[in-house]
């Protein structure tokens, strides 16, 4: 009678796993501009997930109903961007990835060096940690950031002439530095020459490979130049650039350091020439091609030494994006909103019936 009782309520239970199963491809609406291509209750589940966590709150049945359309109104752009024959190649994604994990961390990475930090740091795989910051797995938030600069890309393919005639005027400019000068600052920097060779999988390969690498430059049989460029042919094992460092906490983590090593490389001189450091993830030497003392910046003044661009410039490119992007949002909410029409959208669930699958 016992097993017959537990067989029962196995199958209840089982039955119970299903029905959430069906509920969650249940299909809410039906997008078919291009294609057809259905949104189901799984992958709005899924996004509001992504939005829960970012909010730090759970969605209310309005907001998971602005959610939805919001998934509408992406496939929608998406659609009509690939009918206009837009396509981002995967690789200008994983650039884009990469450069936004690099600035994370602070430095520019790989994937498997990024992915042996994550490790190192969090004790979880990239994919995990991806998870638990964007809701998504590497896979997952590729194919999210795919499909927003798509769709950025035809919003701005459609506005391209009102966007060129956006930008701040000078008393905009000159308002925002006056509110904002004592942002405008220069600390104790240091302009270095790094070269770093990732270990990858072989840690003393990298160390002789630096050892080399600071044997030339030492020797003067490699200048500088010549290793940014030898730097950048393919399967080069290295790489090599100028550095701007900051005296800062920052700057030490960027430069892969501890900070009292940092302080101390401030008190050499134009010239100096580092030994080989072995880190976690790299071996790297660098010297001191230029010291810049801390002072605060006219508008006049360029934001950043060995550059040409001044406050007055930086603020207006910046004001300039501003604009442009408070621009772009609302045009993509007007095109969207062209869009949605009954031919192009198929709403499968509305009113009580939509609240229903959305009160989960």
């Given at each position: ?248 906490e920052s700057g030490a983590i960027e430069l892969g350091v501890p900070f009292s ?100």
């Open positions: 009678m016992e097993m017959k009782r537990c067989t029962f309520v196995s199958m209840m239970m089982f039955a119970a796993a299903a029905i959430f199963a069906q509920s969650d491809l249940q299909v809410l609406a039906v997008v078919k501009l291009n294609k057809s291509e259905s949104i189901t209750v799984r992958q709005l589940k899924t996004r509001v997930g992504v939005y829960e966590k970012q909010a730090g709150k759970v969605l209310s049945i309005d907001e998971r109903k602005q959610t939805l359309d919001a998934l509408i109104y992406e496939k929608l752009v998406n659609q009509a961007a690939q009918k206009s024959g837009i396509v981002i190649p995967d690789s200008d994604i994983n650039q884009y990835f990469l450069q936004s994990m690099s600035q994370m961390v602070g430095k520019q990475v790989t994937e498997q060096e990024l992915n042996t930090i994550v490790r190192q740091q969090t004790k979880m795989s990239l994919d995990e940690f991806m998870k638990q910051q964007a809701g998504m797995s590497v896979a997952e938030y590729k194919d999210y950031l795919k499909s927003q600069l798509t769709a950025q890309q035809y919003i701005v393919s459609q506005r391209q002439s009102e966007l060129q005639s956006i930008a701040p005027t000078d008393s905009e400019i000159r308002s925002f530095y006056e509110m904002h000068k004592a942002n405008f600052v220069w600390s104790d920097m240091l302009l270095l020459f790094l070269v770093y060779v990732p270990k990858d999988s072989n840690a003393a390969a990298a160390k002789t490979k630096a050892a080399d690498l600071l044997a030339a430059y030492k020797n003067k049989k490699s200048t500088r130049e010549q290793l940014i460029v030898q730097s950048r042919a393919d399967n080069s094992n290295f790489r090599a650039g100028e550095l701007l460092v900051n005296k800062t090593i940092l302080i101390d490389l401030f008190k050499r001189e134009k010239g100096f020439i580092s030994e080989v450091q072995d880190n976690e993830t790299n071996c790297q030497f660098y010297s001191i091609i230029e010291k810049y003392d801390a002072k605060m910046l006219a508008i006049s003044d360029v934001v950043q030494p060995g550059t040409t661009v001044t406050v007055y410039d930086y603020i207006r490119q910046n004001l300039g994006q501003q604009k442009q992007m408070e621009y772009l949002q609302k045009a993509a909410d007007e095109i969207s909103k062209s869009l949605d029409t009954n031919g192009n959208v198929e709403r499968k669930k509305t009113g009580t019936d939509l609240d229903k699958f959305l009160s989960w």
